[in-house]
């Protein structure tokens, strides 16, 4: 069964950083891509960084270029989005995206709420 549990969102204030995790279960891990998204209330879901199997390259959206790091540890089959310099326009619930290869399949995690406010 596949499983993808996102965790360490909450209740930041803007500047502020909160690292989010990704536990992965069910499925090849080492050899898929990693993406997270976010989505806030009434808009898209929107991409904000990727990381290929390996962790050798890496890729963001503008809107958080220099602020977010996206990782990897495929020992632990987890993925990981550290979140500096935190805005208020950071506000979304962020989802974990896995999408594995031959065939193509995309797993996604349940989400978690990411909140910046004073």
């Known amino acids: 069964q596949v499983q993808l549990v996102e965790s360490g969102g909450g209740l930041v204030q803007p500047g502020g950083s909160l690292r989010l995790s990704c536990a992965a279960s069910g499925f090849f891990f080492s050899s898929s891509t990693l993406r997270w998204y976010r989505q806030a209330p009434g808009k898209e879901r929107d991409l904000v960084a990727v990381i290929t199997s390996t962790g050798g390259s890496t890729n963001y959206a503008d809107s958080v270029k220099g602020r977010f790091t996206i990782s990897r540890d495929n020992a632990k089959n987890t993925v990981y989005l550290q979140m500096n310099s935190l805005k208020p326009e950071d506000t979304s619930v962020y989802y974990c995206?896995?999408?594995?290869?031959?065939?193509?399949?995309?797993?996604w995690g349940q989400g978690t709420q990411v909140t910046v406010s004073s």
């Open positions: 995206n896995a999408r594995t290869y031959s065939p193509t399949r995309d797993y």
